[in-house]
């Protein structure tokens, strides 16, 4: 079974530049999450998706950032503009939850978006 | 009320030995307590997990302990091995499909 893939891996830009990150979640999983993880710290929920609805949004900073995920599957989250403390590892996780009424609770991640901003 | 405390913020331990990282939390509607590894360039993957049902769940060398009414709960790491050698996270949420709060993160060190 694939596992959470997400890209770009890596992405360096200038401050007030935008940046979009992608993720395509496991198969099946109708929840999708992105988390932001700046160095040295946990992960942090930006906003929870079940299907293509907004669950939690809550943590979002909506001046500047903005989530989708059409159709179900894919998701892209985007920075415009960007600030110096931005610069973090961007997490995109899914789970069974919504799938068949019951879940493990598991989050399955992907490898990240590592951004640096300058 | 939705913080995980989490301590300490590095371990470093000899191989063979116990490592033990604890955490603690204010929420009392959480119910859903797991452990993640994460090693560098990794995203984090679930380690082991616990409701509060039970106040322990061992799983190989790994256990957690689970205390419901000092609101802590702790992971041990048996005959601790090089390969664990990674930041390890708790984690937890509520029931019902609520997404996981996380500690800061626990960077342990296995030497040989």
């Known amino acids: 079974e694939a596992g959470v893939a997400q890209s770009p891996r890596y992405k360096i830009i200038e401050k007030r530049q935008s940046v979009a990150f992608w993720c395509n979640p496991i198969?099946?999983?109708?929840?999708l999450y992105w988390y932001q993880q700046i160095l040295g710290q946990g992960p942090k929920l930006l906003i929870q998706f079940q299907n293509n609805g907004v669950v939690d949004d809550s943590q979002l900073p909506k001046d500047r950032f903005s989530a989708e995920r059409l159709k179900g599957v894919d998701s892209t989250l985007k920075i415009q503009p960007a600030k110096l403390e931005d610069s973090a590892v961007y997490l995109c996780?899914?789970?069974?939850?919504?799938?068949?009424?019951?879940?493990?609770?598991?989050?399955?991640f992907g490898e990240g978006s590592r951004l640096t901003v300058l | 009320q939705q913080q995980v405390k989490q301590s300490p913020q590095s371990l470093i331990v000899q191989k063979g030995g116990i490592s033990i990282i604890n955490c603690a939390y204010e929420n009392t509607a959480f119910d859903y307590f797991p452990w993640y590894q994460q090693f560098p360039g990794k995203g984090p993957a679930l380690l082991i997990a616990?409701?509060?049902?039970?106040s322990e769940k061992k799983e190989g060398r790994f256990t957690i302990s689970f205390n419901k009414s000092a609101k802590q709960f702790s992971l041990h790491i048996m005959d601790s091995q090089p390969g664990d050698s990674a930041t390890y996270f708790c984690?937890?949420?509520?029931?019902?499909?609520?997404?996981?709060?996380f500690g800061k993160g626990t960077r342990l060190s296995v030497i040989a």
């Open positions: 996780a899914s789970s069974w939850w919504g799938n068949r009424g019951a879940s493990t609770g598991e989050l399955f």
């Open positions: 198969s099946g999983h109708a929840t």
């Open positions: 616990i409701r509060p049902d039970v």
């Open positions: 984690a937890a949420s509520p029931s019902g499909n609520t997404p996981l709060v």
